[in-house]
């Protein structure tokens, strides 16, 4: 079955640098990537994806970026904001009837002001 | 108010008991997942369900349950055959129209064993 491995567990960065945040994956018929935030004590959401189809997806101050050759893909924040402190999971989604959703097992983002 | 909803927020449950965690949907989603999130290892697919009166066990199945009689409703049984149960449990829906949509999650329920 599908595998999603993130990488680095924890990164802390100093606020105005950039972060990026690794992902790979192991199932070649996964198609759909999607990033999700997770502020302390509150629900998952989505913050950006990206289709299979698609190299890069720029908003703001995010991007990410997919390699399908190496099946992996990175989430890029530039200008990093003490609010972007969270934690960050990857996932991945199989084009089937089963709509299987597989996370990584997130990364834990802390800017310092 | 639409959205995802899970109950209750907190429970507490003693060895050798079953549970069951509710999640309720009015999105008119056909998917839900439960999830099981531990530190340090994200968020463990429990269960999944695709269409009513129908699911599929995800990677950590052993000692859940599911059952899926209604589109809006997913609930989750706990039982005391799993072994290590304290942990927070997400549910989450998703439509199914296309195969790239956004599962919106549950404010979660956490579960301690005493």
């Known amino acids: 079955g599908e595998n999603v491995e993130q990488h680095p567990s924890t990164l802390s960065v100093q606020e105005g640098d950039s972060a990026v945040i690794k992902c790979t994956y192991s199932?070649?018929?996964?198609?759909?990537f999607p990033w999700y935030k997770q502020e302390l004590g509150k629900r998952p959401q989505l913050i950006i994806d990206?289709?299979?189809?698609?190299g890069e997806k720029k908003d703001q101050r995010i991007a990410v970026t997919l390699n399908k050759t190496a099946k992996h893909f990175s989430l890029h924040i530039t200008e990093t904001q003490p609010e972007d402190s969270a934690v960050y999971f990857c996932?991945?989604?199989?084009?089937?009837?089963?709509?299987?959703?597989?996370f990584g097992s997130g990364t834990r983002l802390l800017v310092r002001p | 108010d639409g959205g995802i909803t899970q109950s209750p927020k907190y429970l507490f449950r003693k060895e050798g008991q079953n549970v069951t965690l509710s999640c309720e949907q009015n999105?008119?989603?056909?998917?839900m997942y439960w999830y099981r999130q531990d530190p340090g290892q994200g968020l463990r697919l429990i269960y999944y369900s695709q269409i009513v009166n129908d699911f599929q066990k995800g990677d950590i199945a052993e000692g859940y349950s599911v059952s899926r009689e209604k589109k809006e409703s997913f609930p989750l049984t706990v039982t005391s055959a799993q072994k290590n149960p304290t942990a927070f449990y997400l549910c989450?829906?998703?439509?199914?129209?296309?195969?790239?949509?956004?599962?919106?999650f549950g404010q979660g329920t956490r579960l301690t064993v005493v």
């Open positions: 199932d070649s018929a996964s198609n759909y």
């Open positions: 996932a991945a989604s199989i084009m089937d009837s089963s709509y299987k959703l597989i």
């Open positions: 990206i289709r299979s189809n698609v």
């Open positions: 999105l008119n989603h056909d998917a």
């Open positions: 989450a829906s998703r439509f199914t129209g296309g195969w790239d949509t956004e599962a919106f």
